[in-house]
């Protein structure tokens, strides 16, 4: 067997540096995970938050098609009961006036509702992102402290 040139040992300082460098980039990367783990939990429960918003609109979408087909329906009724053109013509300028009335209404309701959800949105959003900027703040503080 051949002995090698030199025999050189590594100083116990130059190990406890190294070791010490080792455990400061696992806690920094552990670190780093904790934060993108919680900025994931909190965009999933924006995303249901999201969701369920979606979820109450098509509800009221689907509410105001209830109340547009009945509307139809009724004056459908109407017209067949009327007994002469002027009343066919009445019912249909009535129809006509309280459908347009009941569009304005339910259009300014929607509108309202979707520019809360989306405000509320774009606020959880802002602040999930702030706090997930904080926590990969803090753990790159934590990093470098060590």
């Known amino acids: 067997m051949t002995k090698p040139p030199f025999n050189y040992e590594?100083?116990?300082?130059?190990?406890?540096?190294?070791?010490?460098?080792?455990?400061?980039?696992?806690?920094?990367?552990?670190?780093?995970?904790?934060?993108?783990?919680?900025?994931?939990?909190?965009?999933?429960?924006?995303?249901?938050?999201?969701?369920?918003?979606?979820?109450?609109?098509?509800?009221?979408?689907?509410?105001?098609?209830?109340q547009n087909v009945s509307a139809a329906?009724?004056?459908?009724?109407?017209?067949?009961?009327?007994?002469?053109?002027?009343?066919?013509?009445?019912?249909?300028a009535d129809f006509l006036k309280s459908q347009m009335s009941a569009l304005q209404s339910q259009m300014q309701e929607f509108g309202t509702a979707l520019q809360s959800t989306v405000q509320k949105a774009a606020t959880e959003a802002q602040a999930t992102m702030q706090k997930a900027a904080s926590e990969v703040q803090k753990a790159a503080s934590e990093a470098t402290k060590r």
């Open 73 to 92: 329906f009724d004056l459908a009724e109407k017209i067949v009961r009327s007994r002469d053109v002027q009343e066919v013509m009445q019912h249909q």
């Open 10 to 66: 590594i100083p116990n300082e130059m190990r406890d540096m190294a070791e010490k460098s080792v455990d400061q980039a696992k806690k920094a990367v552990g670190g780093f995970m904790s934060a993108a783990t919680k900025a994931v939990s909190a965009a999933e429960t924006q995303a249901d938050s999201v969701q369920a918003n979606g979820k109450d609109m098509a509800k009221k979408a689907f509410t105001y098609a209830e």
